[in-house]
């Protein structure tokens, strides 16, 4: 599912940020990224999402090389990808207005976005909570609630950053049992955290980034 090799990334003041990233993921598998903070763990999400250009090395996502998609292909792969950036923050509306806005902007037509919209907040335990005020939610519902906007339209990848900040022990180990249920269901899930990771976390496959490389933990 994702497949990166030889990867390079230095920013425009000459800092390598990322040096000979090999990485590789299975279909369906979740894997945590750890990391010190600014050592470039949201930028190899950005690489992945389709957000930033690499500029060296091979990115593959669901076998298409990144590097070498266009406008049109590169916007169609970003919307397989389902991306939950850190401190998510949603609209100022109902918590499934937030998903069925994100929905009928991929085209969806209304009664099918209302099915989708509340597939994806009882995945993710926000069912009752669906016309509640979205600004009200506590961090770990809003959290879900960011979970719930990228997996709606069914995606292959979720790629979530941070998502433990801000979070209690009992939240964090429920937050990673959920995405552990995300990748039961098909979804390679690959999650960027700060050490020490939840205890629901540890007993999955975890990569460290450092000095601008993955290893295994």
Do not use: W
């Amino acid at each position: 599912m994702i497949q990166i090799s030889e990867l390079h990334f230095t920013t425009e003041d000459g800092v390598k940020v990322l040096e000979d990233v090999h990485l590789h993921v299975d279909r369906g598998e979740l894997v945590y990224l750890t990391g010190a903070a600014a050592v470039g763990k949201t930028l190899l999400l950005g690489l992945l999402a389709a957000q930033t250009p690499p500029q060296q090395g091979q990115i593959l996502v669901h076998g298409r090389n990144v590097a070498r998609l266009s406008r049109d292909k590169a916007l169609r792969l970003r919307r397989q990808i389902g991306f939950v950036p850190q401190g998510f923050v949603p609209l100022s509306r109902t918590t499934v207005e937030n998903l069925l806005f994100k929905l009928r902007a991929l085209g969806d037509f209304r009664e099918q976005a209302e099915e989708k919209a509340l597939l994806a907040l009882e995945i993710v335990g926000l069912l009752r909570q669906q016309t509640a005020d979205a600004a009200e939610l506590s961090a770990v519902e809003r959290l879900r609630l960011g979970i719930a906007v990228a997996i709606c339209n069914d995606p292959l990848l979720l790629l979530i950053d941070t998502p433990f900040d801000g979070l209690g022990p009992e939240d964090q180990d429920q937050i990673c049992a959920l995405l552990g249920r995300i990748s039961d269901r098909g979804t390679t899930v690959l999650a960027a955290a700060r050490t020490p990771l939840p205890t629901g976390a540890q007993s999955r496959r975890v990569l460290e980034l450092v000095d601008g490389r993955v290893v295994e933990r």
